[in-house]
């Protein structure tokens, strides 16, 4: 059983296996694109269409016939809803890179299901591009640290990266056992440039410039940003674990 069905919710995991105990090891952002492998009971078995990665979710209503026009630029996009003709902020948001139909718009609102509405300046056309990688990583700056995370509620190093290449509409895997493959580095130096991705076994990190990193660091719990020999010292010191790989993003 094969078919394409896109997340109607603003984030879902995605678990290793199925059943409620199970670790998570992706999410599925709104309007992604997913196919149905296989379901069961509870639990469906699904590959993501954009990176391919495989998991479980929790068996649930899905759209099919969807045709997104526009992604969320912004950290989160909160969720406003109208009620008696006036127009209320709900405590849900649509998370960065989620992907919506304009339905109807508004003054500065914009309809994206019936009834749910969030801001027209934090939405762009979903085949626009951004080259300048650091906004889009900053975005997620001093956001905690969460394993399988793809969200401003919790990121894992490798979506860190995987965002800014989704953005752009450009395949990158998902986990960094796979971005390690994905390009031919170059020899380990003493020095770092913008734009180099550093790849340690299980970990990785982007240089602002030739001083500064960003990276999402479990150990510190958040997304931030942090000298790269610095960061680089303490990881093998730490992890004692040594740069693999750098290419450039």
């Given amino acids: 059983m094969e078919n394409n069905f896109f997340c109607t919710k603003p984030v879902i995991n995605v678990l290793l296996e199925p059943k409620k105990s199970s670790?998570?090891?992706?999410?599925?952002?709104?309007?992604?694109?997913f196919q149905i492998i296989s379901r069961s009971k509870n639990y469906i078995k699904v590959?993501?269409?954009?990176?391919?990665y495989i998991g479980y979710i929790k068996f649930n209503n899905f759209r099919s016939n969807y045709k997104p026009t526009h992604k969320v630029?912004?950290?989160?996009?909160?969720?406003?809803?109208?009620?008696?003709?006036?127009?209320?902020p709900s405590n849900t948001f649509l998370p960065f890179l989620s992907e919506i139909e304009i339905l109807k718009a508004k003054k500065n609102l914009i309809m994206f299901e019936n009834?749910?509405?969030?801001?027209?300046k934090e939405v762009l056309p979903i085949d626009r591009k951004m080259n300048d990688f650091s906004r889009i990583f900053k975005l997620f700056l001093n956001c905690p640290y969460r394993w399988g995370g793809k969200s401003y509620m919790?990121?894992?190093?490798s979506a860190l990266i995987q965002m800014y290449y989704k953005f752009n509409r450009k395949f990158f895997p998902r986990d960094t056992i796979d971005q390690i493959k994905i390009k031919k580095g170059y020899k380990i130096k003493k020095s770092y440039s913008k734009g180099d991705i550093i790849f340690w076994n299980g970990h990785v990190a982007v240089c602002l410039n030739n001083r500064m990193l960003i990276h999402a660091y479990g150990p510190r719990k958040k997304v931030l940003i942090m000298p790269i020999k610095n960061t680089i010292n303490i990881i093998q010191q730490t992890a004692n674990l040594?740069?693999?790989k750098i290419y450039k993003i």
């Fill in 23 to 33: 670790k998570v090891s992706s999410q599925l952002i709104y309007g992604e694109k």
């Fill in 47 to 52: 590959k993501n269409f954009y990176d391919r």
């Fill in 73 to 88: 630029v912004c950290l989160k996009s909160r969720i406003y809803l109208q009620k008696k003709g006036k127009t209320k």
């Fill in 115 to 120: 009834n749910k509405w969030i801001k027209r």
């Fill in 154 to 157: 919790g990121i894992d190093c």
């Fill in 242 to 244: 040594k740069v693999k």
